[in-house]
């Protein structure tokens, strides 16, 4: 009984592990305030602990397709009126989200990313050229963070978070039009 | 896109690239440790048992007595949830109030008393009071971790929490775990057992509490929904170190 607990912790641990940044940024997007982002994210997996044995087999991508679409769910509902967020969440106990999208939510994924297949492999590397604190900050901006939201994430203030998002802005620019230049400049900072 | 893009084309493009891609979204945060991934897959795990409960939580008879103030807030305010801790002799949640069970079962009937450093004693008063079942004999009792990390006792002999799934107790509390009881204990006595204050007093309270309590690393906050409250109380958890301030009723 021990090891089936354990291999449990385990499989939700790698779970959260993997998706938990993801699906609290899904949810910080729609909830402003952090007290409920926290209370849906703990919602959110444990929707996913209760299916854990069919999720867990699944690839990475059909994980984080599900847990965002289960996080957007949940959120959207929360949003409209509190009261309804648990009567959400009994509906997606007792009918969960397919793992699979539909076939229109596919095929409107795929005409994205075909069109923007290659500006897509170039923003990426560039971002990933990035130091962490200047990919965390645009990622941040992106999902809709304001400037005071930014600062008490990072634990900076509202300048000092200006200023980040400027110079990280800048160093993306650069390790997009010359990533050579940006790696090189990136090396010889101390 | 080029590189005769402005820089702000290009910031907004980034913006609109990164929200269409889930993929890219977990750098908005750092990585967690492994002792938060610890605390969140017991928060987890907790949130996940108290629904598979849920259902049958009516049918079960469950009295309680005591003022267990800051317990019942937590409960009701239902953002500050409870975690687990299934691998340690020693309560995560000491400040929860303990549950004294009336048979060696998990889902039997308890009454739930005020926290304290003595459960066996206190659970056998309860018994001797003739409140945990028909006889006034005190069986041997023997205080076990639940899985949402507060203090039970059962009647039963030390083996009593392996046998249910639990843990045993420590003997003793750490003296962490005692200055927490120390400070819910106050929370209590001077805050949510007294008359009522807006949210802006309370936490002024509550900070002043926990400064002179010694306690490091507590973070105490207004919840979203509460800053206007003209009647506010506190809850009090001890897993991530918060106390949150929570309009009334």
Same mark, same amino acid.
């Given at each position: 009984m021990t090891d089936l607990r354990d291999d449990r912790e385990d499989r939700l641990r790698n779970l959260i592990r993997v998706h938990g940044r993801t699906v609290r940024a899904c949810l910080a997007r729609l909830e402003r305030d952090p007290a409920s982002v926290d209370d849906l994210w703990v919602d959110v997996f444990a929707l996913?602990?209760? &299916?854990?044995?069919?999720?867990?087999?699944?690839?990475?991508?059909?994980?984080?397709?599900?847990?965002?679409?289960?996080?957007? @769910?949940?959120?959207? @509902?929360?949003?409209?009126? @509190? @009261?309804?967020? &648990?009567?959400?969440?009994?509906?997606l106990r007792r009918d969960p989200l397919p793992f699979v999208p539909s076939a229109e939510e596919d095929a409107e994924l795929r005409l994205a990313d075909a069109e923007s297949e290659l500006r897509s492999d170039a923003l990426r590397a560039a971002l990933d050229m990035l130091e962490p604190a200047a990919r965390q900050v645009l990622v941040l901006h992106a999902i809709g963070y304001d400037g005071p939201r930014i600062a008490a994430e990072m634990s900076i203030s509202q300048a000092a978070a200006r200023k980040r998002l400027m110079r990280a802005r800048f160093a993306l620019r650069q390790a997009y039009v010359d990533p050579v230049v940006h790696e090189n400049a990136t090396r010889a900072q101390p | 896109?080029?590189?005769?893009?402005?820089?702000?084309?290009?910031?907004?493009?980034?913006?609109? =690239?990164?929200?269409?891609?889930?993929?890219?979204?977990?750098a908005a945060f750092p990585e967690p440790t492994e002792a938060e991934l610890d605390a969140d897959v017991d928060r987890?795990?907790?949130?996940?048992?108290?629904?598979? *409960?849920?259902?049958?939580?009516?049918?079960?008879?469950?009295?309680?007595?005591?003022?267990?103030?800051?317990?019942?807030?937590?409960?009701?305010?239902?953002?500050?949830?409870?975690?687990?801790?299934?691998?340690?002799?020693?309560?995560?949640?000491?400040?929860?109030?303990?549950?004294?069970?009336?048979?060696?079962?998990?889902?039997?009937?308890?009454?739930?008393?005020?926290?304290?450093?003595?459960?066996?004693?206190?659970?056998?008063?309860? =018994?001797?009071?003739?409140?945990?079942?028909?006889?006034? *004999?005190v069986p041997p009792l023997t205080v076990c971790i639940a899985v949402t990390g507060v203090v039970e006792v059962y009647p039963g002999d030390s083996e009593v929490c392996g046998r249910i799934g !639990?843990?045993?107790?420590?003997?003793?509390?750490?003296?962490?775990?005692?200055?927490? $009881?120390? $400070?819910?204990?106050? !929370?209590?006595?001077?805050?949510?057992?007294?008359?009522?204050?807006?949210?802006?007093?309370?936490?002024?309270?509550?900070?002043?509490i926990v400064d002179e309590s010694g306690l490091d690393g507590w973070t105490i906050a207004i919840r979203g929904d509460s800053r206007d409250a003209d009647c506010a109380k506190v809850a009090l958890d001890q897993p991530t170190k918060t106390i949150t301030v929570i309009k009334f009723p």
């Open positions: 996913a602990s209760e &299916r854990l044995d069919e999720l867990a087999p699944l690839p990475d991508s059909t994980q984080r397709s599900w847990l965002v679409r289960t996080a957007s @769910n949940l959120t959207a @509902n929360h949003a409209r009126k @509190n @009261n309804t967020r &648990r009567k959400t969440l009994e509906t | 896109m080029s590189d005769d893009q402005t820089p702000n084309e290009l910031a907004d493009l980034v913006d609109v =690239w990164i929200r269409d891609r889930p993929d890219a979204w977990a987890v795990v907790v949130r996940a048992r108290s629904l598979a *409960d849920a259902l049958n939580a009516r049918r079960r008879r469950r009295r309680s007595i005591g003022a267990v103030v800051v317990g019942t807030i937590v409960i009701v305010g239902g953002s500050v949830g409870v975690a687990a801790l299934i691998r340690s002799g020693q309560p995560i949640q000491p400040a929860q109030g303990i549950a004294c069970r009336a048979a060696e079962d998990p889902r039997s009937d308890a009454i739930v008393i005020p926290a304290n450093a003595d459960p066996i004693a206190a659970c056998a008063e309860q =018994w001797a009071n003739g409140t945990l079942g028909p006889t006034s *004999d !639990l843990v045993n107790a420590d003997a003793e509390l750490t003296p962490d775990n005692l200055a927490v $009881l120390a $400070l819910n204990d106050r !929370l209590v006595n001077e805050v949510n057992a007294a008359a009522c204050a807006a949210a802006v007093d309370v936490l002024a309270s509550a900070k002043r």
